[in-house]
């Protein structure tokens, strides 16, 4: 497990200590973080990358499976093994199967060392990513990161591109979003109150790939990449046209998408349209990063020329 990142969770020092010192052992440029709690976890998920975590289920501050849901939204290509003596039939297993790489009884004989195996099985087999990646992610994330994007006068002026949008295609639904690292943001949205998604569940992820293109897809459940898609499925999610925002620099930093709640289909010139309302939100975005950045002088403070 070279230069690969673990997360032991677990609130018992003595087993704690016993699996990790196995671990070390058996890895040979591998590093190991250890937590004690639910919230001492999150933070280190917060702080640094990791590419494994092995929980214990029951934790101080609540369950494994709750740290499972969390390392799915903030590190989805991380594996997650549920290391424990509760009994299995005690477990919601089934409900786990989305967010739990694999379960390893906990106490019996031969227990560490059937760990050891699965950790090292669960990073030598898992995924770079849950989703594609744009060859120039790292660019595009810090594209992102440079605006200023809280501002609730940019919050509003997107929005009404949004309002355009759906009223142009006589849609319920539609959005400006942001696509970081893990997650789907919503700058603004028009008949939704949506908040974050995982990454993974967004047809966004996949729109991005393509900057200055337009993907449209006409039902959802046509697509075999979205038809199981239970994150769309709540968000009423059929059909789904987006476009890219592309900075000056030729990075793709977000979206805007109309949806339907029912199969349908999207001209040319919905497509034309479609792009030109992204090219608009977009020169929302520069114009209010260049006035945020601009250094304030004497008329910014109501005054000028000599005070006369």
Known sequence: MPNDTVLYVDGEESSSATALERLRGQARDGTFVAATSLADAKEVLQD????????????????????????????????????????????????AADVVTEFVPKGGPGAVEELCRVVEFTLGSRTQSAYPL?????????????????????????????DLAARYFDAPKA????IKEHSQEFLACHGADWTPTAREDSICTYTILDAGEITVIGDVKADPRF???ESLDELGIRSYAGATLVTDGGLCIGTLCVYDEEPRTFSTDDRE??????ELAMSVIELRHRLSSRPSGPDDHGTGGDGS
């Open 48 to 95: 640094r990358p990791v590419d494994c975590v092995v929980t214990a289920y029951d934790l101080p501050d609540g369950t494994g499976l709750d740290l499972a849901e969390h390392v799915r939204t903030v590190a989805p290509d991380a594996g997650c093994v549920l290391y424990t003596g509760t009994d299995r039939a005690a477990i919601d297993t089934d409900g």
């Open 134 to 162: 744009p060859q120039n992610e790292a660019d595009r994330l810090d594209a992102l990161d440079a605006y200023e994007l809280d501002s609730e006068s940019l919050r509003s002026d997107v929005k009404r591109i949004t």
């Open 175 to 178: 959005s400006v979003n942001l």
């Open 227 to 229: 038809a199981d898609n």
């Open 273 to 278: 349209y479609l792009d030109t309302l992204a």
